[in-house]
């Protein structure tokens, strides 16, 4: 397996577009993880799914985001319309149910200009 | 919010054995430990976990108090590329959210 897989690994945008930014799970895995990490702030948890279904959204920071899982093997995180506070690297994660091991994209860095 | 505490930073000269400590005390009933790292630029990589024994794997050692309230994880013999900011995540259970602290940053000194 290649492993979790997100896309683009850069993204600069102007302050007011939209932003996607996709991630593609390990082929099995049951819970998907969306994260934000600044250096002000560290890793912070946005978003769980647990069979596709959203079960902790408590780290959404605001409307602005929201996240999608159609099915097993596609997540997406959006921001529109972006901010430049929204500035960050936006990492994805899988695990697989029973397993405690989760396993980390190479992250999106999105630059809000 | 974490419910664990690891110093900020820590040195280690390389080849030795760098042992990072940390406090879980909050930690109850079947709650693992988990540690994770995150070398620059790069996505967090699993370590090792543990409930109440000492584990080994490939990686490292994670020893445990008896009373489960603090642990250490162990790199027996530590090379630049060990270089990494250290979390110590839990307690939690095997299914939980997973939730960064601020962890502990350990430069391998050549």
């Known amino acids: 397996d290649a492993g979790v897989i997100q896309s683009p690994r850069h993204e600069v945008t102007e302050m007011g577009q939209e932003v996607t930014l996709r991630c593609k799970p390990i082929s099995g895995h049951n819970s998907l993880f969306w994260y934000r990490q600044t250096m002000m702030r560290g890793l912070e948890l946005l978003i769980y799914f647990n069979n596709n279904v959203p079960i902790d959204d408590s780290g959404m920071p605001e409307d602005r985001f929201s996240a999608k899982m159609p099915n097993a093997s596609f997540s997406t995180l959006k921001i529109q319309p972006s901010e430049p506070r929204d500035s960050a690297v936006y990492f994805c994660a899988s695990r697989d149910r029973g397993n405690t091991e989760a396993f980390f994209g190479q992250g999106t860095r999105l630059t809000v200009v | ?110």
């Open chain 2, 1 to 110: 919010d974490a419910k664990t505490t690891q110093p900020t930073s820590m040195d280690c000269a390389e080849g030795r054995a760098a042992n990072l400590p940390c406090n879980h005390s909050t930690i109850s009933g079947n709650e693992y430990v988990y540690w994770y790292r995150q070398i620059h630029s790069q996505g967090p990589q699993y370590i090792i976990h543990g409930l109440k024994n000492n584990e080994t794997n490939e990686m490292a050692s994670l020893i445990i108090t008896e009373d489960r309230k603090s642990s250490t994880l162990i790199l027996p013999h530590a090379t630049l590329r060990d270089t990494a900011v250290y979390y110590c995540i839990g307690p939690m259970n095997r299914d939980d959210k997973i939730i960064f602290g601020k962890g502990t940053r350990l430069h391998i000194l050549p």
